[in-house]
T-cell receptor
């Protein structure tokens, strides 16, 4: 089992460009999450999903959109990237009330 | 909205000394989880606490959940160099599936 897989692992964008981060899990988990990690800020929740076809806003949702069309996939989109979105993005999944399993992270730089 | 505060942000100790990190929530939590992240890695689950006043131990690590379910602590006895990393608490509320992380405490251990 691969667990939680994030693609791409690294990406450099120019301001205004768009991109999608893909998260895939093979553990049949109901819940999936996108967090961003910045120095001194911990892990901040962007969006999350409690099941296929559902999404909800987290702490810092502005500038991001998500979709969960299939249970195993959770996509994070940036429509118009800004330098403030330079960060490390972590996807995680879990069973209901279970522990989070994290991907390896995706490092995004916006110039 | 729900906020989870964690202190201290950094802690430097001599090997063999004890270490404690504290987590406080602005709202009553249904459960709290603790994670450890090594430099360059992703967060890894340590434990989950659910009951008011709960105390759990893992070898040299002791985890507590406050009576009011609004605060928690992680205590490490006789630190070792392998304890180096950032420790995060994450609070869950109700049945929403939302999981909010504290800012983390980065532990450095001098041999």
């Amino acid at each position: 089992n691969a667990g939680v897989t994030q693609t791409p692992k690294f990406r450099v964008l120019k301001t205004g460009q768009s991109m999608t981060l893909l998260c895939a899990q093979d553990m049949n988990h109901e819940y999936m999450y996108w967090y961003r990690q910045d120095p001194g800020m911990g892990l901040r929740l962007i969006h999350y999903s409690v099941g296929e076809g559902t999404t909800a806003k987290g702490e810092v949702p502005d500038g991001y959109n998500v979709s969960r069309l299939k249970k195993q996939n959770f996509l994070l989109g940036l429509e118009s990237a800004a330098p403030s979105q330079t960060s490390v993005y972590f996807c995680a999944s879990r069973l209901v009330y279970g522990e989070l399993f994290f991907g390896e992270g995706s490092r995004l730089t916006v110039l | 909205g729900q906020q989870v505060m964690q202190i201290p942000q950094y802690q430097h100790v001599q090997e063999g000394e004890d270490f404690t990190t504290y987590c406080n929530s602005s709202t009553t939590l249904s459960n709290i989880q603790w994670y450890k992240q090594r430099p360059g890695g992703h967060p890894v689950f340590l434990i989950q606490l659910v009951k008011s006043g709960e105390v759990k131990k893992q070898k040299r690590l002791t985890f507590q959940f406050g009576e009011a379910k609004k605060n928690s602590s992680l205590h490490i006895t006789a630190t070792q160099t392998t304890d180096v990393g950032t420790y995060f608490c994450a609070g869950g509320s109700g049945n929403t599936g939302k999981l909010i992380f504290g800012q983390g405490t980065t532990l450095q251990v001098k041999p």
